[in-house]
């Protein structure tokens, strides 16, 4: 079924017919086709401005719209076809749910041969719990990844990961770290640490507890990641045996350029995949000046929603943003209601002037503020603009209203539906990641994401077939915005198989397999039933 939310005729017009309400009392009010709703026959009685039923005309004929019959709209049949780039999603989604393993033995075999080890001692609940689920069983090569180096080190030192994790329980306790320290005995979860997220994580592993041993793990409770520790430089295994930092997820360094620029793995950060190389790092406001760093360079387990590789080697897990019962996620009020052909041929933004701290003019090369003057000079090709002023990121040395000025921040935030009126979207680093990939991805429009961080699902969300990957500086947006255009078929495919595959495969009950996944691990390498 089709719905037109209706709003004051005499009101602005959105960009796109994504309607809404303009009621605080009643956000929105879906008049379904052949209904009569006493609102929209209040707004139907008024005179509008030539203007407005000037654009009223065009929108009600984009939206099938016949006529008017007294104050009731008549509306043409909007038939919802299945395209054949929305067939090949959903086959491509389908066959890679036909691969996986479908016995405990079999995803055992494929465990070890992926890992070089026998699966975990809790991996037969996991995998019962993943099968009940649906969830996917053999795609956790980023878990491997990021517990391989622990599971080394077990070489030299089988009781390492637990006294890694007893020192920094014993070292955090009262320091405003915010790290939160989740405890499981016999399947009750508790939490100790001040953290934004605290009173979403026990809920959320609690939906794994009763399956799991008595274990600690830390849960980073900054967007930020914090084990500044690169295992793949030289020597770094035997670094990695010892204590070396003081302070672990204390060191602060204001700004944060000239510590990465001495932090193996940091020192320069790629901004082309290939090529001869050029650092990123004066294109991340995360590595100019990160808001709220606290770091350790020793290797400590910790799971953390993000990070960069290989200048970080926090345990990646999915965080309150990625889970759709979530206040955190990306949510929409109503579903995409602009058929693709009647979206503009834009890229489309907005957001907060969330980056690093400002100081002085640095803010000229965050992304956010990139991407404004990038739109500014290609008005054709991107409408972008930064609506709020992130106050807490303007301090020492930083001239708020200039800021304000140059770039008309008004402070008047726009409904995130405004979007489906777009074909294009843009998906920007904040003070880190954006927790916003998931929902933009479910937006109806294709996404263009720049981003220097890595999640959980990096593997499975592929650059060129559900999104289209821009540099980290944005020299290459345009070039890309243009071959869009150009290439319409190309572009709407790979929308919807980012739509299909974030639709389909990350679930909540997909986010709850995953991180079961990492907390057996964890448990497996800290010792079962461990105090």
């Given at each position: 079924?089709?719905?037109?939310?209706?709003?004051?005729?005499?009101?602005?017009?959105?960009?796109?017919?994504?309607?809404?309400?303009?009621?605080?009392?009643?956000?929105?009010?879906?008049?379904?086709?052949?209904?009569?709703?006493?609102?929209?026959?209040?707004?139907?009685?008024?005179?509008?401005?030539?203007?407005?039923?000037?654009?009223?005309?065009?929108?009600?004929?984009?939206?099938?719209?016949?006529?008017?019959?007294?104050?009731?709209?008549?509306?043409?049949?909007?038939?919802?076809?299945?395209?054949?780039?929305?067939?090949?999603?959903?086959?491509?989604?389908?066959?890679?749910?036909?691969?996986?393993?479908?016995?405990?033995?079999?995803?055992?075999?494929?465990?070890?041969?992926?890992?070089?080890?026998?699966?975990?001692?809790?991996?037969?609940?996991?995998?019962?719990?993943?099968?009940?689920?649906?969830?996917?069983?053999?795609?956790?090569?980023?878990?491997?990844?990021?517990?391989?180096?622990?599971?080394?080190?077990?070489?030299?030192?089988?009781?390492?990961?637990?006294?890694?994790?007893?020192?920094?329980?014993?070292?955090?306790?009262?320091?405003?770290?915010?790290?939160?320290?989740?405890?499981?005995?016999?399947?009750?979860?508790?939490?100790?640490?001040?953290?934004?997220?605290?009173?979403?994580?026990?809920?959320?592993?609690?939906?794994?507890?009763?399956?799991?041993?008595?274990?600690?793990?830390?849960?980073?409770?900054?967007?930020?990641?914090?084990?500044?520790?690169?295992?793949?430089?030289?020597?770094?295994?035997?670094?990695?045996?010892?204590?070396?930092?003081?302070?672990?997820?204390?060191?602060?360094?204001?700004?944060?350029?000239?510590?990465?620029?001495?932090?193996?793995?940091?020192?320069?950060?790629?901004?082309?995949?290939?090529?001869?190389?050029?650092?990123?790092?004066?294109?991340?406001?995360?590595?100019?000046?990160?808001?709220?760093?606290?770091?350790?360079?020793?290797?400590?387990?910790?799971?953390?929603?993000?990070?960069?590789?290989?200048?970080?080697?926090?345990?990646?897990?999915?965080?309150?943003?990625?889970?759709?019962?979530?206040?955190?996620?990306?949510?929409?009020?109503?579903?995409?209601?602009?058929?693709?052909?009647?979206?503009?041929?834009?890229?489309?933004?907005?957001?907060?002037?969330?980056?690093?701290?400002?100081?002085?003019?640095?803010?000229?090369?965050?992304?956010?503020?990139?991407?404004?003057?990038?739109?500014?000079?290609?008005?054709?090709?991107?409408?972008?603009?930064?609506?709020?002023?992130?106050?807490?990121?303007?301090?020492?040395?930083?001239?708020?209203?200039?800021?304000?000025?140059?770039?008309?921040?008004?402070?008047?935030?726009?409904?995130?539906?405004?979007?489906?009126?777009?074909?294009?979207?843009?998906?920007?680093?904040?003070?880190?990641?954006?927790?916003?990939?998931?929902?933009?991805?479910?937006?109806?429009?294709?996404?263009?994401?720049?981003?220097?961080?890595?999640e959980y699902f990096s593997d499975w969300l592929k650059p060129f077939e559900h999104y289209v990957p821009v540099l980290p500086d944005l020299s290459d947006l345009v070039q890309k915005s243009e071959w869009a255009n150009k290439h319409p078929q190309e572009a709407r495919m790979i929308q919807q198989k980012g739509l299909e595959f974030t639709r389909r495969v990350i679930t909540d009950e997909q986010n709850d397999c995953y991180l079961f996944a990492v907390l057996i691990e964890w448990a497996q390498l800290q010792g079962v039933d461990s105090s």
């Amino acid at each position: 079924m089709n719905y037109l939310n209706v709003f004051r005729g005499t009101a602005k017009p959105p960009r796109s017919l994504a309607y809404r309400s303009e009621d605080s009392t009643h956000p929105l009010l879906p008049l379904q086709i052949g209904e009569e709703d006493p609102k929209a026959q209040f707004w139907a009685q008024r005179r509008p401005s030539r203007g407005a039923r000037i654009w009223w005309r065009r929108a009600a004929a984009a939206a099938g719209v016949l006529g008017v019959i007294g104050c009731t709209l008549v509306f043409a049949p909007l038939l919802r076809t299945v395209s054949p780039d929305s067939t090949i999603a959903q086959e491509a989604v389908d066959a890679l749910y036909a691969r996986q393993s479908t016995s405990l033995e079999q995803a055992s075999a494929r465990y070890t041969l992926r890992t070089g080890r026998s699966p975990p001692k809790y991996y037969e609940e996991w995998f019962h719990f993943a099968q009940e689920k649906r969830c996917l069983i053999d795609e956790y090569d980023r878990v491997h990844r990021d517990f391989e180096p622990f599971y080394q080190l077990a070489i030299d030192n089988p009781t390492l990961f637990a006294a890694r994790v007893a020192h920094a329980r014993n070292r955090l306790e009262g320091d405003n770290a915010e790290i939160a320290r989740l405890e499981i005995r016999d399947g009750k979860v508790s939490i100790a640490g001040e953290t934004a997220y605290g009173a979403y994580w026990p809920d959320t592993v609690g939906h794994l507890s009763e399956h799991l041993p008595n274990m600690t793990f830390f849960m980073n409770g900054r967007d930020e990641p914090r084990v500044a520790f690169n295992y793949r430089a030289p020597g770094a295994r035997t670094h990695a045996l010892s204590i070396n930092d003081s302070t672990p997820f204390l060191i602060q360094p204001h700004p944060t350029s000239e510590f990465f620029a001495q932090q193996s793995g940091c020192r320069n950060i790629p901004l082309e995949g290939t090529g001869f190389m050029s650092s990123a790092n004066n294109a991340s406001s995360f590595l100019i000046s990160s808001a709220k760093p606290g770091f350790t360079t020793d290797l400590y387990p910790m799971l953390s929603m993000t990070k960069m590789s290989p200048c970080f080697a926090d345990i990646v897990f999915p965080g309150e943003y990625h889970y759709g019962r979530s206040w955190w996620y990306g949510h929409y009020r109503f579903e995409d209601n602009v058929p693709w052909d009647r979206k503009e041929d834009k890229v489309y933004w907005r957001g907060m002037s969330n980056g690093g701290m400002i100081l002085g003019d640095n803010y000229h090369d965050f992304a956010r503020f990139r991407a404004v003057d990038l739109a500014r000079a290609h008005p054709e090709l991107m409408d972008v603009a930064i609506t709020t002023f992130a106050e807490t990121l303007c301090e020492e040395d930083c001239d708020r209203d200039a800021v304000i000025a140059e770039y008309n921040i008004t402070g008047v935030g726009e409904p995130r539906e405004d979007v489906y009126g777009y074909k294009y979207v843009l998906d920007l680093d904040g003070t880190t990641f954006s927790g916003r990939f998931l929902g933009l991805l479910k937006s109806g429009s294709l996404v263009f994401k720049s981003t220097l961080f890595e999640e959980y699902f990096s593997d499975w969300l592929k650059p060129f077939e559900h999104y289209v990957p821009v540099l980290p500086d944005l020299s290459d947006l345009v070039q890309k915005s243009e071959w869009a255009n150009k290439h319409p078929q190309e572009a709407r495919m790979i929308q919807q198989k980012g739509l299909e595959f974030t639709r389909r495969v990350i679930t909540d009950e997909q986010n709850d397999c995953y991180l079961f996944a990492v907390l057996i691990e964890w448990a497996q390498l800290q010792g079962v039933d461990s105090s």
